[in-house]
Antibody, heavy 121, light 107 residues
Framework: QVQLVESGGGVVQPGRSLRLSCAAS????????MHWVRQAPGKGLEWVAV????????IYTDSVKGRFTISRDNFRNTLYLQMNSLRVEDTALYYC??????????????WGQGTLVTVSS | DIQMTQSPSTLSASAGDRVTITCRAS??????LAWYQQKPGKAPKLLIF???NLESGVPSRFTGSGSGTEFTLTISSLQPDDFATYYC?????????FGQGTKLEIK
């Protein structure tokens, strides 16, 4: 069965960096676009970034452009999110999700359990 | 960016009731609309994609409809397991925006 398992979250000071990982299993990672979606405590869902099936294209929400980098290693079946210059407002539960659909129009059919990032001084 | 607005924000209902949640897009998204259910402490679960296509394993009491800018999610006969928060999401454009959520509470 499809499994997505995030790791790497934690408490970090503003301006510091953190790298999240998502281990994928139960499907062929190299055939799917993958996304990160976040949810601030008690708030709604916010899409963060997408990487194409082969890692050649990435798109970000405006608030993280220039600070976050999404990447993937299809041989290791792993998705990453490098987060630099973290801000208090980046505090959230970060979900790894699989994109289904196609032609850059994706809904999210599988989700991990999330990893919590807390940015605080 | 396309804005998604759900109504109501909170809905109180009883088991066995029929309920409808509305989602409006700020511009036309054709049928590129998904619905998710989220329970406390859990990841969202996909219910419907393409505005009206039921995801495998989702009970048939969930129905989605609409196109363009107005969409609805209907639960025909509420079960105890259905009390949760529901989100719509547009995937017509890269912003992949979600509605703010509708919390379905037990009356």
């Amino acid at each position: 069965q499809v499994q997505l398992v995030e790791s790497g979250g934690g408490v970090v000071q503003p301006g510091r960096s953190l790298r999240l990982s998502c281990a994928a299993s139960g499907f062929t990672l190299s055939t799917y676009a993958m996304h990160w979606v976040r949810q601030a405590p008690g708030k709604g869902l916010e899409w963060v970034a997408v990487v194409s099936y082969d890692g050649s294209n990435q798109i970000y929400t405006d608030s993280v452009k220039g600070r976050f980098t999404i990447s993937r290693d299809n041989f290791r079946n792993t998705l990453y999110l490098q987060m630099n210059s973290l801000r208090v407002e980046d505090t959230a539960l970060y979900y790894c999700t699989r994109g289904s659909g196609g032609a850059s129009r994706y809904y999210f059919d599988y989700w991990g359990q999330g990893t919590l990032v807390t940015v605080s001084s | 960016d396309i804005q998604m607005t759900q109504s109501p924000s909170t809905l109180s209902a009883s088991a066995g009731d029929r309920v409808t949640i509305t989602c409006r897009a700020s511009q036309s998204i054709s049928t590129y609309l998904a619905w998710y259910q989220q329970k406390p402490g859990k990841a969202p679960k996909l219910l419907i994609f393409g505005a009206s296509n039921l995801e495998s394993g989702v009970p048939s009491r969930f129905t989605g409809s609409g196109s363009g800018t107005e969409f609805t999610l209907t639960i025909s006969s509420l079960q105890p397991d259905d009390f949760a928060t529901y989100y719509c999401q547009q995937y017509s454009t890269y912003s992949y925006t979600f509605g703010q959520g509708t919390k379905l509470e037990i009356k």
